[in-house]
């Protein structure tokens, strides 16, 4: 990893009477340690990527405490990681985005819930959920009631976040359950501090192993016969137990207020928006003293239905906050009060939306509709209703005003080497002709916005290709599969190469190969030049490829365009049937930029010579056709007014965060666009050679350009 975590691995060294201030994510990371968890592992992922980067710089730390660290390639190797806290007392916890990452673990998740555990097992869940999220919108709630699964989803805050985790494990090991807890994206970046404790080793560890397995117990496998018994545990003794310790230990939290007739009850991740929404309606103040009181589910699943019927008992109504369909919670709720002959009104959906994240204006609309229809003794609801109309009233006027607002999709970064590759499956269309892309889940999707627009669907992480299978043998041309290394690794390997293989499939498919899963934050793959502790890993996508019997495989430079054309071309043309690789070779260019960064930064403290390369364009020769910027879509390429005053067409233009990779000027040569781009490279420290090729060129450029006096100047200096 190109990132270094340094203050956080500091943090993380933190003991007792000490504080520690910092990101809930990464709180997460120390209450783990001080948890005593013998192993931690996961696949990175938004929101909860930091917590393996930071695991991995702490690695030392984690020697010492006898911490196994994994960095898995899928989540599914994460979750099986977990089964050694089936037999052994060894508290680990693995974690992943969700819900995308629980759906690649699913199968290892239920066979990890079904004979249960002995040592603590917790899933750190990034539930990315809502807005800003970057994946399919569905929530992890199910899988935590189809397994047996215990789902925390504590307060926002620091303390909270932090007494879940040791209390998860707790929990875990009480009712024989993994765990899961589940965080979502302003969970994990709100900051906070609390009071840390010294961290602890696990009973057994690295440090202090087990002397050898148990007695041989079948009751152990998730195999039949016994998974049968293990349904009946699961529901009669595994339920209880959580249900008795969330009780005990009063991991749920009440907050009584004023008011008795109404009351709220919140998912513990949404406790924060519902207080700012309440104190938005003066009806919280800011240090969060509500007058609605409130019973806060900080473990979501399963509920404790003592605790619902006598928060609800005496109550005309309750308002249910949880966001997304089906309304899980509610409907819980509801059949817990009916089987009670409880007849407190339940509101939740209707009042609040059934669909998407629960932001300010979602809150405070919610909370108003619910007072209106309650109608509580002791607040005026209509005065609340015309308080929430003028607060987001203004909205619509705001939207009339300004007209309808550009969208601002994600972009490749500025250089990004996988840019250049749809640049040429554009060029190379114009000959062939269009066909399906079946695109993937990394960087390279970007590409599906402008001015690419290019992808008929994506199905998964690491899926392109076996998500073509059905597409080529219905479609005249062959459809193109894209994928980026992260991808082959996570799953592409086997659900596509091998499945293409086996079928003897046809098909061509494009491995993005930057170097790093970029898109998490650089972490490094199997096919990474080194691994996280510097070696090398010894594993290559082309070898790997060759083994599995690809015969038909190039490894092409990602900004040689006009190459990467003639390369698709044949691809699709050829008459050779069978699976066709391309191996689009070009390191990730933020870790390429934060490395040369570092390492210029040493040069030019040393006095060495360091240069860059820049790309610009020749006003006189831009016609002002702008295909340079439709065909690459780099945000260093804008425009300017056109500096000649008798032609009116703006000329393109190269902007300060050029990077110099080329592919302008690349794209320019393949598509025979244009002549005028040029290279320049700036030097630092320049050495005499340097200063004198710079005026012998500038000499002879004012020559030819019909300055001879300027050039003979030049040259006598
Ligand atoms: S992170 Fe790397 S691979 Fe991803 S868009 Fe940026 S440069 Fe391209
Ligand atoms: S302007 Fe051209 S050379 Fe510069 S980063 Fe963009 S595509 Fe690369």
């Known amino acids: 990893m190109e990132r270094s975590f340094k203050h956080e691995v500091e943090q993380l060294k933190l003991g007792d009477g000490t504080t520690f201030r910092g990101e809930g994510i990464l709180a997460v990371t120390k209450a783990l340690l001080q948890s005593g968890v013998s192993y931690v592992g996961g696949y990175q992922g938004a929101p909860v990527s930091h917590l393996l980067d930071v695991m991995v710089d702490a690695e030392e730390l984690l020697g010492e ?37 629980t759906n690649v673990a699913a199968d290892a998740l239920s066979n990890l819930a079904s ?35 215990w789902l925390m989803d504590p307060r926002p805050d620091l303390p909270s976040i932090v007494h879940a985790v040791e209390k998860g494990f707790e929990l875990s090991e009480a009712s024989h359950a993994p765990v899961m807890l589940q965080l979502r994206v302003r969970a994990c970046h709100v900051t906070g501090e609390f009071a840390a404790k010294t961290n602890r080793r696990g009973i057994n560890s690295g440090q202090n192993k087990l002397a050898g397995p148990p007695r041989f117990e079948y009751g152990r496998l998730a195999h039949p016969p016994v998974i049968f018994t293990q349904e009946r545990l699961k529901i009669e003794q595994r339920l209880p137990a959580a249900q008795k310790f969330i009780r005990d230990e009063k991991l749920n939290e009440y907050f009584n207020c004023d008011l008795s007739d109404v009351g709220i009850i919140v998912l513990g991740g949404l406790y924060n928006g519902v207080i700012r929404a309440l104190s938005r309606l003066g009806l919280a103040d800011l240090y969060g003293e509500a007058r609605i009181p409130i019973y806060c589910l900080n473990v979501a699943y399963p509920l404790v239905p003592e605790e619902v019927k006598s928060f609800c008992a005496g109550k005309r109504a309750v308002l249910v906050v949880e ?124 590409a ?126 050829t008459a050779e049937r069978g699976l066709k690789v391309i191996i689009a070779d070009g390191e990730c260019m933020l870790a390429r930029q934060r490395r040369i960064r570092a390492e210029d ?44 005053p008798l032609r009116t067409d703006p000329v393109a233009s190269v902007i300060e965060s050029c990077v110099g990779c080329g592919l302008c000027g690349e794209v320019a040569h393949a598509a025979v666009l244009c002549p005028s781009f040029y290279r320049a490279e700036v030097v630092r420290n320049a050495t005499f050679a340097d200063r004198f090729m710079f005026k012998l060129r500038r000499g002879v450029i004012r020559m030819l350009g019909g300055r001879p006096r300027e050039a003979a100047a030049e040259a006598a200096t």
């Open 65 to 101: 405490l006898g911490v196994h660290l994994e960095t898995c390639t899928n989540e599914a190797s994460a979750a099986a990681m977990l089964g050694a806290s089936i037999n052994y007392p060894l508290r680990g916890a693995v974690t992943w985005k969700s819900v995308v990452g």
């Open 323 to 446: 966001e997304g369909s089906p309304e899980y919670v509610e409907q819980q709720i509801i059949v817990e009060l009916r089987r009670a002959d409880i007849q407190t009104k339940v509101y939740g959906k209707g009042c609040l939306p059934r669909t998407g994240d629960y932001n300010s204006e979602a809150f405070i609309n919610g909370i108003a509709s619910f007072l209106a229809e309650a109608k509580p003794a002791g607040i005026d609801a209509d005065a609340i209703t015309a308080q929430a109309q003028q607060m987001l009233g203004h909205k619509a006027g705001a939207i009339t005003s300004v007209g309808e607002v550009p969208p601002r999709p994600p972009n490749f970064c500025t250089g990004c080497p996988e840019r250049p590759v749809f640049s040429a499956i554009k060029l190379a269309q114009r000959e062939i002709g269009p066909t399906h892309i079946s695109a993937d889940i990394g960087c390279h999707s970007f």
């Open 115 to 149: 004979p249960g555990v002995i040592g603590g097992a917790m899933v750190i869940l990034g539930e990315d959920y809502g807005e800003g999220s970057s994946v399919i919108q569905e929530r992890s709630y199910a899988y935590a009631m189809k397994c047996s699964m």
């Open 601 to 644: 930064a040493e040069k030019l403290k040393r006095g060495e010579r360091v240069t860059k390369t820049r790309f610009g364009v020749d006003d006189e020769i831009c016609t002002g056709d702008h295909s340079c910027i439709r065909l690459s879509g780099c945000p260093s390429l804008t425009v300017k007014p056109n500096p000649d």
């Open 448 to 573: 599906t916005f402008a001015p690419f627009s290019l992808g008929n669907s994506i199905l998964g992480y690491g899926m392109s290709l076996a998500s073509a299978a059905a597409v080529g043998p219905n479609m005249e041309r062959r459809p193109i599969a894209v994928m980026g290394d992260g991808g082959f690794w996570h799953n592409g390997l086997i659900t596509g190469v091998a499945s293409n293989l086996f079928n003897k499939g046809d098909g061509v498919l494009i491995v993005m190969q930057n170097g790093y899963a970029s898109a998490t934050g650089q972490q490094y793959l199997p096919s990474s030049t080194k691994n996280r502790s510097g070696t090398p890993t010894g594993m290559t996508i082309e070898q790997t490829l060759r083994s599995f019997g690809v015969t038909w495989l190039r490894t092409v430079r990602t900004y040689s365009v006009a190459k990467m054309v003639e390369t698709l071309k044949e691809a699709m043309r």
